[in-house]
């Protein structure tokens, strides 16, 4: 148990539908992230939020959006995805983002895109 | 470019040291980290190096040269509840305001 909490653990989707990925955090961290996790790939960090405040990342599609509605609590919002973006979805917390911060991660979402 | 490159797959057994190595060329460089990943589980922490030199933590220890970018984590010992993935990451400052850079992970296969 890391302190870092996601929901649902898997979760199988159309390519027209609309889901929400949930992560929760209370270990009081400032800063929250979400990662892709695909097989054979480096962890590929897909937004930060630092504060409640986006750090912008645009190589990530219009598809995912995400939202930070306190600094507890981080959602990803999927619409339309590809087979492509099947994947683990992580999510991570850490005090800062200073040097010697490590990131405390969630389980994962299992992803899969039908 | 940016790499951070780590073996894919090492097989050790059990009782014996195994050296998990890393090399990265980044823009900027605040420090490394190892996380261990078990199947199906989140990433945790195992160490962090910013100065060079080696950091022991019980059975693991983390080497870093800065010079060379090069980092190994050493397992020694190995037990069968060590086959996990380990990953390499590397804070660099000018990636998205010194946020984290991975590794692919190597993945560790501990026999008997």
């Known amino acids: 148990e890391t302190g870092v909490t996601q929901t649902p653990r898997h979760l199988v989707m159309g390519m027209t539908n609309k889901k929400s990925l949930k992560c929760e955090q209370h270990?009081?961290?400032?800063?929250m992230y979400w990662y892709k996790q695909s097989a054979k790939k480096p962890l590929e960090l897909m937004f930060v939020?630092?504060?409640?405040?986006?750090?912008e990342n645009n190589s990530v599609p219009s598809r995912f959006s995400p939202e930070c509605p306190n600094s507890s609590h981080l959602f990803l919002h999927l619409h339309t995805l590809q087979p492509e973006d099947s994947a683990l979805y992580l999510c991570?917390?850490?005090?800062?983002?200073?040097?010697?911060?490590?990131?405390?991660f969630g389980q994962g979402t299992r992803l899969t895109v039908v | 470019g940016q790499n951070i490159d780590q073996p894919t797959e090492m097989t050790a057994t059990e009782g014996a040291i195994v050296q998990i190595n890393c090399t990265y060329q980044?823009?900027?460089?605040?420090?490394l980290f190892w996380y261990q990943q078990h199947a199906g589980e989140a990433p945790t922490f195992l160490s962090y190096?910013?100065?060079?030199g080696l950091e022991e933590k019980g059975r693991f220890s983390s080497f870093l040269s800065r010079s060379k970018g090069y980092s190994y984590l050493l397992l020694k010992e190995l037990q069968m509840k060590d086959s996990a993935s380990y990953l390499c990451?590397?804070?660099?400052?000018?990636?998205?305001?010194?946020?984290?850079?991975f590794g692919a992970g190597t993945r560790l296969t501990v026999k008997p």
């Open positions: 270990l009081g961290h400032n800063a």
């Open positions: 190096n910013v100065l060079d």
């Open positions: 990451a590397v804070r660099d400052p000018p990636y998205n305001n010194n946020d984290m850079r």
């Open positions: 939020y630092s504060l409640e405040e986006r750090v």
């Open positions: 991570a917390s850490s005090q800062d983002r200073v040097g010697n911060t490590e990131a405390f």
């Open positions: 980044t823009s900027g460089f605040n420090g």
